[in-house]
């Protein structure tokens, strides 16, 4: 009487009684993990640029190869080597110097170089962060005409992305057995799990617009701030 009972009210709902001893098929539990790594910085990059200007193309390009030259010397002398001093962007233009005659000057919104400008953008790669403010201060001495920014970064992400990395596992495993438990499930097995996007930090310091002639030559002081590397994975579970 009983199973015509539980067949009956089966048929009634819609749905059909499991067999006597199945079981429930494993429920699927998605989840996104994130882990991170701080560390102190072992590298910094600074970025300079050289602009000059004058009516002869060849003396514009003259003169900033001597800046260049300068600032390869000077940064020599605090210990870094001449690999580490790139060029990164060179252009020469030539602007003309626009016809008054019978108009009144417009004011210009900053200073405007004529005749052929050379513009070049030095990147210097420095393996010791303590003496990052002595790099600006001899690019400036140098002839450097603008400060751009520096960098902070690790010369070996690798490792800290690892590490990272583990995490974000520790950290969707986690998750999931807090939604299987909240469901009154258990974790059973991992189906599938995939590396997402990850990315090490870099603290900027943003010095744009430094420019020589205004820059003063008070030491500069930089104290870098730790690089933060994440990583991301994304897992399925089953739980039952």
Same mark, same amino acid.
């Given at each position: ?25 494993? /429920?699927?539990?998605? !989840?996104?993990? $994130?882990?991170?790594?701080?560390? *102190? ?27 260049? +030259?300068?600032? !390869? #010397?000077?940064?020599? *002398? ?9 060029? $990164? ?8 110097? &626009?016809?008054? +005659? ?21 990147? /210097? ?16 001495? *140098? ?39 909240? #469901? ?9 799990? +995939?590396?997402?996007?990850?990315? &090490? ?17 008070? &030491?500069t002081q930089i104290q870098p701030s ?11 579970? +089953?739980?039952?």
């Open positions: 009487m009983k199973t015509i009972l539980v067949i009956a009210t089966a048929l009634l709902l819609g749905t059909t009684p499991l067999p006597a001893g199945a079981a429930l098929l494993p /429920v699927e539990i998605t !989840v996104t993990g $994130t882990g991170s790594v701080s560390n *102190a910085p072992n590298v910094a990059t600074v970025n300079v640029g050289a602009t000059t200007n004058d009516a002869v193309a060849n003396v514009a390009t003259s003169q900033n190869n001597a800046i260049y +030259e300068r600032t !390869v #010397a000077r940064l020599a *002398a605090l210990g870094i080597a001449r690999a580490d001093v790139r060029t $990164t962007y060179y252009n020469l233009n030539y602007v003309p110097r &626009p016809k008054t +005659e019978g108009a009144p000057a417009q004011p210009q919104p900053y200073a405007v170089r004529y005749g052929y400008v050379v513009t070049r953008s030095i990147t /210097v790669t420095v393996h010791d962060t303590n003496i990052v403010g002595k790099v600006v201060d001899a690019c400036v001495a *140098a002839g450097a005409t603008n400060v751009n920014g520096v960098a902070f970064g690790l010369s070996d992400t690798r490792a800290a992305y690892v590490r990272a990395l583990g995490r974000a596992v520790d950290d969707a495993r986690t998750k999931a057995q807090a939604i299987a438990a909240a #469901a009154h499930l258990r974790i059973v097995g991992i189906k599938a799990i +995939e590396q997402g996007t990850g990315y &090490p930090g870099r603290p900027m310091l943003m010095m744009a617009g430094v420019q020589a002639d205004s820059y003063t030559m008070q &030491p730790n690089v933060n590397v994440q990583a991301t994975v994304t897992a399925t579970y +089953e739980a039952q």
